[in-house]
């Protein structure tokens, strides 16, 4: 998986630039690697890999890396530069890698250089690497994702063709007034005369034709999820749509997919279904942007009948169809008599292979007739802005100051401070820069390693000083009744409040009121939840009294319970959440046998696939008392999503799921984060669709067949299930993914009932009184 600054944008090849400004006098140089030892660029700011290459060092000019994998990526960031209106025009820099290789380049651009307060990330691919060092130039006007390009803050080198491997970059320079001039400085001279690599761009016309009869395109996929994509391998019609692993990478982002293949024999394909097509549809079309020279063959499947292993195929190359690629975005299409012998009344699936190169695909679709036409994605519906304001009236409480990072070791309290070991932390002058590429990872800062009684500050506000990115959650942490590390669970629980709304573009103040948690017993802040790969540079964190005048409090926006255990005394729920369908029978058998009941979590667009009988299964079992609860639509990171009609296409699909298959009535109001991912924005989304009775609902029991069932040593699950239990633990989590996972599950129960606690439904074991009356 590519880390979040490429799957955020997509790589979108650019366009050539045709104007020129003549603000500037000079070029400006981005970094020569002068300043590698004090991990910095020519601009004062950060640059670097974060640990995602083989090895990386600077000499001469120039910065030598080994990528590891199609993961690695080199960065530069910095300060905003407002390069249209300054007059650059290109970005040049020098590169060498393997001969015949190639690699995406990403511009990051913010809304404006006034206010770094979200960013976008548009792309190219550079091919035809010569072995030899070259000079590549690439223009800064033309982007089809429509960057702001007065508002510069950043370039990232990735998806590098060749890995393990050697490569490099050098003389990193905005280039003033035309796309000819040379770099600022030449670290040596290269041993052949360099190749330019220019992107261009020939722009077709976009098809809008109406379709004859009221038609509309029949929509195969429109690359709405990745995890749909490649987590569930569902296309939009809920068919199986993968590349069983012979891609590098697949990417999903912004309606589009990005394939990179991994050799000749790499494929990506897309059923339809035994779909019968005759006299209404006439062709496939979908967008694409491909480097120059790229090609690729495209392969109809079609079934002799219908449930029949019999199937025929045609093929046609790219050539074939008459499709060249420049770099540019474009329409392409095929009528399906195209393929000879095909029978469009029984189509199975369109497959793609013998790739060359990278490609970016758009939407996928039928067209109707002759005519060709293409899906057009509709815009998203954003969800207007709480605009109700909370009054924030100065308070008597003692203010005093929790971290000013003085210590790398311990906070200004003199309690612990710290990030997640694979969180980028580094310590400057009285600050802390934090950098996140995954929604799990967190920053903590504690109040005590006991209990903290935060009552007399309860009409204080939380103020943390910061610059860079506001994309988090800030969390208020509660310790268990005991005030216990070693009992699970630690911490109890959370209250998770979005960064963005209580912020300017210096200062977040939180009224301490608004974090929903038992404040006699506080351990401390977290920064977590975090959505972008932007850094975030904190100086302060502490209580004031007061906030300043004019400041605009938001209202606290309702955002669930957050659970990690049962609350009912002498109670045990053991949670089951989706697995493979070929197991279902025999889970259910068991837990029938066993007479327990049990909380199921489960996705919700398996649950529409009438092939794997997930839906049947789980009917049943809401027949026969057991609770059926939500967990995401294609089971993504919720709040690792980009935005909010992510999160929401994600609730909102999940709960049409729900109603389809149990009623709207039976619509549950527990819902499982996948991966116990969680924030502010997908709490307070799924709470504003479900209602003020939202239970978010983790573990304090986890089996860990995630680690270990696929393992030479499957029984360690047992092991850390009793573990777990030995910690206090009465909320489990595990899946049906594996046959040893299932083969425990007897146990795990036995382990359960042997603690001398009652066995109950999540709903039960939290006391909700909507739930079913024990038995």
């Known amino acids: 998986m590519l880390d979040r600054r490429l799957v955020v ?53 120039q910065v030598v890396f080994v990528p ?11 300060p905003c530069i407002p390069a249209e209106s300054s007059g650059y025009t290109a970005l040049q820099f020098s590169a060498q890698g393997p001969q015949g290789s190639q690699f995406a380049l990403e511009l990051q651009t913010a809304t404006s250089c006034a206010a770094v307060d979200t960013w976008k990330s548009s792309y190219t691919i550079v091919e035809g690497m010569t072995g030899s060092r070259q000079t590549i130039t690439v223009p800064l006007i033309g982007f089809d994702n429509e960057p702001n390009y007065d508002a510069v803050t950043g370039l990232v080198w990735a998806v590098f063709s060749k890995t393990n491997t050697q490569w490099t970059v050098g003389n990193i320079t905005l280039v003033c007034g035309g796309t000819g001039s040379q770099p600022v400085t030449t670290a040596r001279p290269p041993t052949t005369t360099p190749g330019a690599i220019t992107t261009r761009v020939t722009q077709a016309p976009i098809s809008t034709a109406v379709n004859p009869g009221g038609c509309q395109n029949l929509l195969v996929d429109d690359w709405e999820s990745q995890s749909r994509l490649t987590f569930l391998y ?52 979908m967008r694409v942007r491909a480097a120059k020279g790229t090609t690729f063959a495209v392969t109809l499947a079609w079934f002799d009948q219908c449930g029949s292993s019999n199937i025929k195929t045609a093929t046609r ?26 029978d469009v009344t029984k189509l199975d699936l369109v497959y793609f292979s013998n790739f060359n190169a990278a490609a970016i695909f758009g939407p996928l679709s039928f067209y109707c007739g002759s005519t060709v036409s293409e899906y057009v994605v509709a815009s998203p519906v954003i969800p207007p802005i709480p605009r109700q304001t909370a009054a ?35 310590f400057g002058s009285g ?50 009744a005991r005030c216990d590390d070693k009992i699970a669970p630690f911490p109890e629980t959370w209250d998770s409040l979005e960064a963005a709304r209580y912020s300017s573009d210096r200062d977040i103040y939180m009224p301490i009121s608004h974090f929903n948690v038992n404040l006699t017993r506080a351990i401390g802040f977290n920064l977590r939840g975090f959505y972008t790969s932007e850094t975030t540079t904190v100086s302060k964190i502490e209580i004031v009294n007061k906030v300043p005048s004019g400041w605009i409090m938001p209202s606290k926006l309702p955002s669930g319970k957050l659970v990690f255990a049962c609350t009912r005394p002498n109670s045990f729920a053991l949670a089951i959440d989706d697995g493979d369908p070929k197991f ?5 058998d068991i837990i029938n046998q066993a007479n327990v009941p049990v909380t199921f979590f489960t996705v919700g667009m398996p649950l529409l696939n009438a092939k794997n009988s997930l839906a049947k299964y789980y009917i049943d079992m809401e027949k026969r008392g057991h609770q059926i609860a939500l967990h995401s639509y294609t089971h993504p990171k919720m709040e690792g999503l980009a935005d909010i009609p992510a999160i929401d296409w994600e609730i909102t699909n999940d709960i049409g799921a729900a109603k389809q298959v149990f009623g709207a009535s039976k619509v549950s109001t527990y819902f499982r984060p996948p991966f116990g991912n969680e924030g502010a924005r997908m709490r307070q989304r799924l709470t504003n669709a479900l209602g003020s009775n939202t239970y978010l609902v983790n573990w304090s029991i986890d089996c860990e067949d995630w680690l270990w069932a696929a393992s030479s040593t499957p029984s360690k699950q047992l092991d850390a299930f009793k573990r777990d239990i030995a910690k206090g633990g009465n909320l489990a989590v595990m899946h049906y993914l594996h046959q040893s996972t299932v083969d425990y599950l007897p146990e795990f129960i036995k382990m359960a009932k042997a603690t001398g606690k009652k066995l109950m439904r999540v709903d039960q074991c939290m006391e909700d009184p909507n739930a079913p009356p024990l038995k």
């Open 584 to 588: 279902a029978q025999q889970v259910m």
């Open 234 to 285: 569902y296309n939009a019609m809920s068919q199986p749509s993968s590349d069983d692993g012979t891609m590098a990478s697949i990417v999903v982002s912004g309606h589009k997919v990005m394939l990179t293949p991994k050799n000749s024999e790499s494929y990506f394909y897309s059923q339809f279904g035994c779909l019968n097509v005759q006299n209404k549809y006439g062709g496939l079309s």
């Open 9 to 61: 944008g997509l790589a979108a090849l650019w366009a050539a630039s045709t104007a020129s400004a003549a603000a500037c006098t000079s070029n400006l140089l981005i970094d020569n690697f002068v300043k590698w030892t004090a991990g910095t660029n020519n601009l004062d700011s950060q640059n670097g890999d974060d640990g995602s290459m083989v090895s990386i060092a600077a000499s001469a000019g």
């Open 317 to 342: 190359t790219t050539a074939q169809l008459g499709w060249t690629f420049d770099g540019s975005e474009r329409l392409y299409s095929f009528p399906l008599s195209q393929f000879p012998g095909i």
């Open 68 to 78: 590891k994998d199609t993961n690695s990526y080199f960065y530069e960031s910095f």
């Open 431 to 480: 600050q802390v820069t934090l950098k996140a590429n995954d929604s799990d990872l967190s920053w903590n800062t504690q109040l005590t390693n006991k209990c903290a009684d935060m009552r007399p500050y309860a009409s204080a506000y939380l103020h943390i000083a910061y610059s860079g990115s506001n994309k988090f959650s800030v969390a208020l942490q509660q310790h268990n």
């Open 392 to 426: 924030a009236p100065a308070s008597n409480a003692q203010a005093f100051v929790i971290d000013d990072f003085g210590n790398k070791n311990t906070n200004t309290l003199g309690e612990w401070h710290g990030g997640d070991a694979a969180m980028s932390v580094t």
